[in-house]
């Protein structure tokens, strides 16, 4: 059925003729497995998928091998045996969760959230460790998704001393209510302050233990910096006892 030969009309016929292969992302046809196995006297076993043309013009995606055949004597010969498995729905299967996963990450790193994840250390369900980030975290927070998984206490560390009392309880009352947003001051690795609201999700599994956390971040700098500047202003204004004159280049306002 594969192949397209009967076992009649392959007598004869040129090993490649009859068991067709090339590679899954090119036409280029390989050597027979079968005649490799002839000359070397190995087993051989094509690395991951190749294509097989049938003689009907379909094609497989499979996986084979051939191994030698050996005995005692002069020759030590007898023929090959080769064995191979359509694996077509597999292989095509992982090809689009293999596209849909980069057309997720495209979206994911040219959002302006940063997406992150966490997940629960081995035995400690109250302790997480970083799991999975977008690139955008590397731009808000200036430490490398290496760093994210290697530096212990990497965010914590990064919050703002007086933030860092509400953070914690915040997240707390986050991890057993479900859900939590908060904004605190993260410090980032060239030595600034960057307002941050970050939006977390809990994810459980059917028994209720937390299975994963889902977090965004969003830079609130200039809008938290912009609100500082009205209120100091509106604070100079309250506090003034002389009146105050607010000119532009033109107009007496």
Same mark, same amino acid.
């Given at each position: 059925?594969?192949?397209?030969?009967?076992?009649?009309?392959?007598?004869?016929?040129?090993?490649? !003729?009859?068991?067709?292969?090339?590679?899954?992302?090119?036409?280029?046809?390989?050597?027979?497995?079968?005649?490799?196995?002839?000359?070397?006297?190995?087993?051989?076993?094509?690395?991951?998928?190749?294509?097989?043309?049938?003689?009907?013009?379909?094609?497989?995606?499979?996986?084979?091998?051939?191994?030698?055949?050996?005995?005692?004597?002069?020759?030590?010969?007898?023929?090959?045996?080769?064995?191979?498995?359509?694996?077509?729905?597999?292989?095509?299967?992982?090809?689009?969760?293999?596209?849909?996963?980069?057309?997720?990450?495209?979206?994911?790193?040219?959002?302006?959230?940063?997406?992150?994840?966490?997940?629960?250390?081995?035995?400690?369900?109250?302790?997480?460790?970083?799991?999975?980030?977008?690139?955008?975290?590397? #731009?808000?927070?200036?430490?490398?998704?290496?760093?994210?998984?290697?530096? #212990?206490?990497?965010?914590?560390?990064?919050?703002?001393?007086?933030?860092?009392?509400?953070?914690?309880?915040?997240?707390?009352?986050?991890?057993?209510?479900?859900?939590? !947003?908060?904004?605190?001051?993260?410090?980032?690795?060239?030595?600034?302050?960057?307002?941050?609201?970050?939006?977390?999700?809990?994810?459980?599994?059917?028994?209720? #233990?937390?299975?994963?956390?889902?977090?965004?971040?969003?830079?609130?700098?200039? !809008?938290?910096?912009?609100?500082?500047?009205?209120?100091?202003?509106?604070?100079?204004?309250?506090?003034?006892?002389?009146?105050?004159?607010?000119?532009?280049?033109?107009?007496?306002?």
């Amino acid at each position: 059925h594969m192949t397209g030969w009967t076992a009649e009309d392959g007598i004869g016929q040129p090993i490649e !003729t009859m068991f067709c292969i090339s590679g899954v992302d090119n036409d280029r046809l390989f050597s027979s497995p079968i005649r490799r196995a002839l000359e070397t006297r190995q087993l051989i076993r094509p690395h991951g998928p190749v294509l097989l043309h049938s003689r009907s013009g379909d094609s497989f995606y499979i996986e084979c091998n051939a191994a030698p055949i050996l005995e005692a004597g002069d020759d030590g010969l007898r023929g090959v045996i080769l064995t191979f498995n359509d694996v077509s729905d597999n292989y095509l299967l992982r090809e689009q969760l293999s596209r849909e996963k980069h057309y997720l990450q495209h979206i994911l790193n040219n959002s302006a959230a940063a997406i992150y994840s966490l997940i629960p250390r081995a035995g400690r369900q109250e302790v997480f460790s970083f799991h999975f980030g977008s690139d955008r975290i590397v #731009e808000l927070s200036g430490f490398s998704l290496q760093d994210w998984e290697t530096i #212990e206490d990497l965010w914590l560390s990064r919050i703002h001393p007086d933030d860092l009392a509400g953070v914690n309880e915040a997240t707390q009352a986050g991890l057993a209510k479900g859900r939590v !947003t908060q904004a605190y001051r993260f410090l980032h690795r060239d030595g600034h302050y960057r307002w941050i609201e970050d939006h977390l999700t809990v994810l459980t599994n059917a028994d209720g #233990e937390i299975d994963e956390l889902l977090g965004g971040w969003i830079d609130i700098t200039e !809008t938290r910096e912009a609100e500082q500047k009205y209120q100091m202003l509106g604070a100079m204004l309250d506090q003034s006892i002389n009146e105050i004159l607010i000119i532009d280049g033109k107009t007496l306002l």
